[in-house]
């Protein structure tokens, strides 16, 4: 077996790593680490989500960070607050043992941004954000990214599709010059291969793990079939036989999402909401919740869930099936993350039969049917 030290990871943040449980690298951290400590380099790296990218290239920035010198060095680029501070959080348990101070801010919407500038002004190592809270940051000339090293781009993919596209080229313009940038991703779409000719050199390293399947294996997918009549019933008959089993239910809407929430708990499950329009405050509260397990079931619209990464959901569920292809991936890899098995099931009309053998057929996965 491969470990941490022997990829070159040192002592202390091996320390940490113990402490987390994390002790076996990952493929696509065993892949990358050495690559990325070893010199220099632009990189890509293709792997499904639930890998352990964070810890793929956070050792490696980590590694790379001089703590002696007060200034940005690396900024990592994430589609979602949640996920922004769950990176912030990861970064500052892996240096719990390290002897020099590295200090590491979080920057996106839905926080006062008088209070982000105001933390920025105290030394800053290593920036986690957003895409629209840095451009906002940067027009107030509040934060200076001139001597950054290495720029990550976190789930490439989830960016571009959220509409960051605006943003991500203007920082990557601003911050023209020696830095290197590290691009992660579950896909490779067109827009992301603009982004690779324009703006990183042509000695790419590239790493992809697991492509053949652009879900995790670990995931069973299935379907029940239902009526509009029938389906909350139904899911609340699915749901009573999961036992204390957590999972994440999405819905397409906004006020879907509210309205289901609010009729499984009248059911007495517990259960809330997470959607786009919540305040900020609102969403955390939430999200404590179900990460320290007050919460047994999440409702959640896509957006919403975009970077919500929490271990041991042993399913997720479809209230309606996604409008586009890559929802499924992203909904489906909230479950069977860090080698965990997971299911993916699907509440279906009869009439939306045909959808399930296409996202069969373009995935190269195989549905079930079952009773519900």
Same mark, same amino acid.
């Given at each position: ?16 790593? *113990? ?6 690298? $990952?493929?696509?951290?065993?892949? $990358?680490?050495?690559?990325? !400590? ?44 949640? !996920? ?53 940051? =940067? ?11 290495? =720029? ?34 579950? $896909? #490779? ?7 690779? *000719? ?56 906004? !006020? ?34 179900? *990460? ?22 042993? #399913? ?36 939306? !039969? ?19």
């Amino acid at each position: 077996m491969t470990t941490f030290k022997e990829l070159g990871i040192r002592k202390d943040f091996v320390t940490s790593l *113990k402490e987390l449980g994390i002790v076996k690298p $990952t493929a696509i951290q065993e892949e $990358t680490i050495p690559i990325l !400590l070893k010199k220099p380099t632009d990189f890509i790296g293709l792997a499904q989500t639930g890998t352990g990218k964070t810890a793929a290239y956070g050792l490696p920035i980590l590694e790379d960070i001089d703590a002696d010198v007060p200034l940005v060095q690396a900024l990592i680029l994430s589609p979602t607050r949640e !996920l922004v501070q769950q990176i912030k959080k990861q970064l500052f348990k892996f240096t719990k043992y390290a002897p020099e101070k590295i200090f590491v801010e979080a920057v996106y919407g839905g926080e006062k941004i008088d209070k982000q500038i105001s933390n920025l002004k105290r030394p800053t190592h290593i920036i986690v954000a957003t895409p629209g809270r840095l451009i906002d940051l =940067i027009e107030r000339k509040s934060i200076n990214l001139r001597n950054i090293k290495t =720029i990550v781009l976190d789930e490439a993919d989830e960016m571009l599709s959220m509409g960051f596209k605006k943003e991500l080229t203007s920082v990557l313009k601003y911050t023209y010059g020696q830095r290197k940038i590290w691009l992660f991703s579950a $896909t #490779f779409p067109e827009e992301i291969q603009g982004i690779v *000719k324009t703006y990183m050199t042509g000695d790419i390293q590239r790493i992809s793990v697991n492509r053949n399947s652009l879900v995790n294996a670990d995931i069973t997918h299935q379907y029940g079939l239902t009526s509009i009549q029938e389906k909350l019933p139904k899911l609340i008959h699915l749901l009573e036989r999961k036992g204390d089993q957590r999972g994440i239910i999405f819905s397409k809407t906004k !006020l879907g999402a509210q309205k289901l929430a609010l009729e499984l708990k009248e059911a007495g499950f517990s259960v809330a909401a997470l959607e786009g329009d919540m305040l900020q405050k609102e969403r955390d509260k939430v999200m404590r919740a179900f *990460k320290n397990e007050s919460l047994q079931f999440l409702v959640s619209t896509d957006v919403s869930a975009r970077g919500i990464d929490v271990q041991g959901l042993g #399913f997720i569920i479809h209230h309606q099936l996604p409008e586009k292809l890559e929802y499924y991936t992203h909904r489906s890899g909230r479950t069977a993350r860090a080698g965990n098995k997971g299911v993916s099931i699907a509440l279906i009309l009869p009439s939306e !039969l045909q959808q399930v053998y296409a996202i069969q057929k373009e995935l190269g996965i195989k549905f079930e049917e079952i009773s519900l």
